[in-house]
């Protein structure tokens, strides 16, 4: 069975840090791209990041471009998103997922306080 953990989420100030990991299970998924999306309070759920798993290259959401990171450890099946320069607007949960395949973690709550 397929599960995606994410971990990490909190509560930071404004202009602080917070690294997420999303830990996937059930199978081997090097060989597909990742993601992370977030959904904020009586919004949608939106693109964050995605990264690439032939040459990791890396697509950003323009709110997310210059302050966010996303990695991947495919030895430990894993995806990161360190995040920078946190703003309140970026409070939302925040959700890995695997393109293609359609598999949502359960999600990790990010607030940041203004």
């Known amino acids: 069975q397929v599960q995606l953990v994410e971990s990490g989420g909190g509560l930071v100030q404004a202009g602080g840090s917070l690294r997420l990991s999303c830990a996937a299970s059930g199978r081997t998924f090097s060989n597909y791209d990742m993601a992370w999306y977030r959904q904020a309070p009586g919004k949608e759920r939106e693109f964050v990041a995605r990264?690439?798993?032939?040459?990791?290259?890396?697509y950003y959401a323009a709110s997310a471009k210059g302050r966010f990171t996303i990695s991947r450890d495919n030895a430990k099946n894993t995806v990161y998103l360190q995040m920078n320069s946190l703003k309140p607007e970026d409070t939302a949960i925040y959700y890995c997922y695997i393109v293609i395949m359609g598999y949502w973690g359960q999600g990790t709550q990010v607030t940041v306080s203004s």
């Open positions: 990264i690439n798993w032939r040459d990791s290259n890396t």
